[in-house]
C-alpha cells in the first residue's frame, strides 16, 4: 500500500499542513495507479473527479515521496576484461562493469549491484557468510534483492570498526545481510585494531571471539573490500585508526592495501608490521581456504591495493568496472610479480 512518508522533514510538514483529505486523495490516486495499474480516465471516474485532476494528485504524489520512481540500469559486464583476470590471476571468476563515466560514488554504487547479484547466484541455504567491513561491502548488501530467503548464518571475520559511518561497519552489515535472506547473524564482539599485540592476543583467547572466528574460517562465501593506503581514500583514516602520516609510513614499509585490515605489499606479501600484530580477525591464511572471496573495488587510487590482493591470493573472485580492470592488467604487465613460493603470512 502506498503511503506518506514520515521520515524527510520538508515533506513531512507538507503532509502536517494539508487537509487530511486531501492527502488520502493523493495515496489512493497513487495506488491506483501504481499498485493496481488503473488508467488516469478510470482513476478520475473511480475518485468522481476529473482527469486534468487525477494528473495533479498524480504528479503531487511524486513530488511529496508518496511514490518513489527508481531507475535501474542495465548492468553491462565485459566478460573478455573478466577472462583476462581470471587467466592472469587464476581466479574462480572476476565480474567487469562496463561503466561508460559517472562519479565514483556513482560506479561503486553500480558495482555493487553486481557483486549483489553474483553472490545471489551462489548462495545456498545452510550458507555461511562471512564479511568484512567498508563501504564497497555497503554497496553490495544494500543492493541485494534476493530470489528467495535461504537460513544464511552471517558471521563477522573482522572485530568493528567502531567509529565513523555504522552503516559501513561488520556489525550492522551482518545484521543486514542476515536480515535479507530471513537467516541468522553472529557478531565477533571486538575492536578492529588495538592497542598492542599483547591485548589482542589476549583477546583471541576469549571463548566468544574464538568461536566466531572459528566459525567465520569455515565460510562458504567471504564478502571483502580492498583498502588502501592512500590518505584521501582510506577507510582506517576515516574511521580513526590511521592518520595521515602513520599511512605513509606504511607505503614507505611496502604497503599497498589491506583486506580484513591487513597488510601487504604489491606482491600480495602480508608485511611484518606492528598493525598486522594487532588485528582481531580471520587471518588471511584462512581467510585463503574459504571457497568464495569476493573482493569488491573500483578506482585509480585502489589499483596497487586490488593488484597485491589478486597476486597474494587473498581474493579469488574480483568484482571492479572496467576503467580500474585495465590499469590493473597494465600494471601487472610494467612491473610483473616475481617468482615466490607464495604470499607471506603475518
Given at each position: ?5 514520515p521520515l524527510v ?6 503532509f502536517i499542513n494539508?487537509?487530511m483529505d ?7 490516486a ?6 493496481e495499474n488503473l ?7 473511480r475518485l ?8 495533479r494528485l ?6 511529496l515521496?508518496?511514490?518513489e ?11 573478455r576484461?573478466?577472462?583476462?583476470l581470471s ?13 561508460r563515466?559517472?562519479t565514483?560514488?556513482e560506479r561503486?554504487?553500480?558495482?555493487g549491484?553486481?557483486?549483489?547479484q ?12 562471512g564479511?568484512?567491513?567498508?563501504t564497497?561491502?555497503?554497496h553490495?548488501?544494500?543492493a541485494?534483492?534476493?530470489r528467495k530467503k535461504?537460513?544464511?548464518l552471517?558471521v563477522?571475520?573482522i ?5 565513523g ?5 561488520g556489525p550492522d552489515l551482518?545484521?543486514?545481510?542476515s536480515e535479507?535472506y530471513g537467516?541468522k547473524y553472529k ?8 592497542d598492542n599485540?599483547e591485548?589482542?592476543?589476549a583477546?583471541?583467547e ?7 572466528l572459528?566459525?567465520?574460517s569455515?565460510?562458504?562465501?567471504a564478502?571483502v573490500?580492498i ?8 577507510s582506517?583514516r576515516?574511521?580513526?585508526y ?9 607505503k614507505?614499509?611496502?604497503a599497498v592495501?589491506?583486506?580484513?585490515a591487513?597488510?601487504?605489499?604489491l606482491w ?6 606492528d598493525?598486522?600484530?594487532?588485528i582481531v ?9 574459504i ?9 585509480q587510487?585502489?589499483?596497487?591495493a586490488?593488484?597485491?590482493a ?6 579469488n573472485?574480483?568484482v571492479?568496472?572496467?576503467v580500474?580492470a585495465?590499469?590493473v ?10 617468482t615466490s613460493d607464495?604470499?607471506l603470512e603475518?
Amino acid at each position: 500500500m502506498v503511503t506518506p512518508p514520515p521520515l524527510v522533514k520538508g515533506k513531512r510538514m507538507a503532509f502536517i499542513n494539508m487537509p487530511m483529505d486531501r492527502v488520502e486523495q493523493i495515496v489512493e490516486a497513487a495506488t491506483l495507479y501504481y499498485e493496481e495499474n488503473l488508467g488516469q480516465e478510470q482513476i478520475a471516474h473511480r475518485l468522481g473527479v476529473s482527469k486534468a485532476t487525477v494528473s495533479r494528485l498524480l504528479r503531487k504524489a511524486r513530488e511529496l515521496g508518496v511514490v518513489e520512481i527508481t531507475v535501474h540500469k542495465l548492468l553491462e559486464t565485459d566478460n573478455r576484461l573478466g577472462e583476462r583476470l581470471s587467466a592472469e590471476f587464476n581466479l574462480r571468476d572476476a565480474l567487469v562493469l562496463v561503466s561508460r563515466g559517472g562519479t565514483y560514488d556513482e560506479r561503486l554504487s553500480l558495482v555493487g549491484r553486481l557483486a549483489a547479484q553474483y553472490l545471489d547466484e551462489i548462495v545456498f541455504g545452510g550458507a555461511v557468510l562471512g564479511i568484512s567491513w567498508g563501504t564497497a561491502v555497503y554497496h553490495t548488501v544494500n543492493a541485494l534483492s534476493p530470489r528467495k530467503k535461504e537460513p544464511v548464518l552471517v558471521v563477522q571475520m573482522i572485530g568493528a570498526v567502531g567509529t565513523g559511518n555504522p552503516q559501513i561497519d561488520g556489525p550492522d552489515l551482518a545484521r543486514r545481510l542476515s536480515e535479507v535472506y530471513g537467516g541468522k547473524y553472529k557478531y565477533l564482539h571486538a575492536p578492529l585494531i588495538v592497542d598492542n599485540k599483547e591485548v589482542r592476543e589476549a583477546l583471541l583467547e576469549e571463548s566468544r571471539i574464538k568461536e566466531t572466528l572459528e566459525i567465520s574460517s569455515k565460510a562458504d562465501i567471504a564478502l571483502v573490500g580492498i583498502g588502501t593506503v592512500e590518505p584521501s581514500f582510506s577507510s582506517l583514516r576515516r574511521a580513526g585508526y590511521l592518520s595521515e602520516r602513520e599511512l605513509l609510513a606504511l607505503k614507505e614499509q611496502g604497503a599497498v592495501g589491506d583486506v580484513c585490515a591487513y597488510h601487504f605489499d604489491l606482491w600480495g606479501r602480508v608485511l611484518d608490521i606492528d598493525i598486522n600484530q594487532r588485528i582481531v580477525g580471520l587471518p588471511l591464511d584462512r581467510l585463503h581456504k574459504i571457497e568464495y572471496v569476493i573482493g569488491v573495488a573500483i578506482g585509480q587510487r585502489k589499483v596497487p591495493a586490488i593488484l597485491g590482493a589478486l597476486r597474494g591470493k587473498h581474493i579469488n573472485v574480483l568484482v571492479t568496472d572496467d576503467v580500474t580492470a585495465r590499469k590493473v592488467l597494465e600494471v601487472n604487465e610494467i612491473d610483473p610479480a616475481p617468482t615466490s613460493d607464495g604470499p607471506l603470512e603475518v
